[in-house]
């Protein structure tokens, strides 16, 4: 069966830490893309960053502060995210994508992970 789940979320106070993973079942992450995509109440899903295979890329909104990698040994994709604010709160979604691309067209989603932010 072909799956991604997510874990790691929780609650954190304001600047906090957080590591999201993403580990894959049935298929290697090898040959896609992985992006990260949130989802807070009343805000339409947004992405958060890409690991093409090739590059990296981050929203604005989370640049300096969040850290993609990948751990092709476990199958697992990480989210790093340091000095969190209120704002990151949202639901965490991982998925794949085409390899070499951008996330901008994705495959398969996980379940998602909540991610609360709040003093």
């Known amino acids: 069966q072909l799956q991604l789940v997510e874990s790691g979320g929780g609650l954190v106070q304001p600047g906090g830490s957080l590591r999201l993973s993403c580990a894959a079942s049935?298929?290697?992450?090898?040959?896609?893309?992985i992006g990260w995509f949130r989802q807070a109440p009343g805000k339409e899903r947004e992405g958060v960053s890409c690991?093409?295979?090739?590059?990296?890329n981050y929203a604005d909104s989370v640049k300096g502060r969040f850290t993609i990698s990948r751990d092709n040994a476990k199958n697992t994709v990480y989210l790093q995210m340091n000095s969190l604010k209120p704002e990151d709160t949202a639901v965490y979604y991982c998925a794949t994508a085409p390899y070499g691309g951008m996330c901008h067209t994705t495959i398969s989603w996980g379940q998602g992970t909540q991610v609360t932010v709040s003093s």
């Open positions: 690991s093409s295979g090739r590059s990296t």
């Open positions: 049935g298929f290697s992450l090898d040959y896609y893309a």
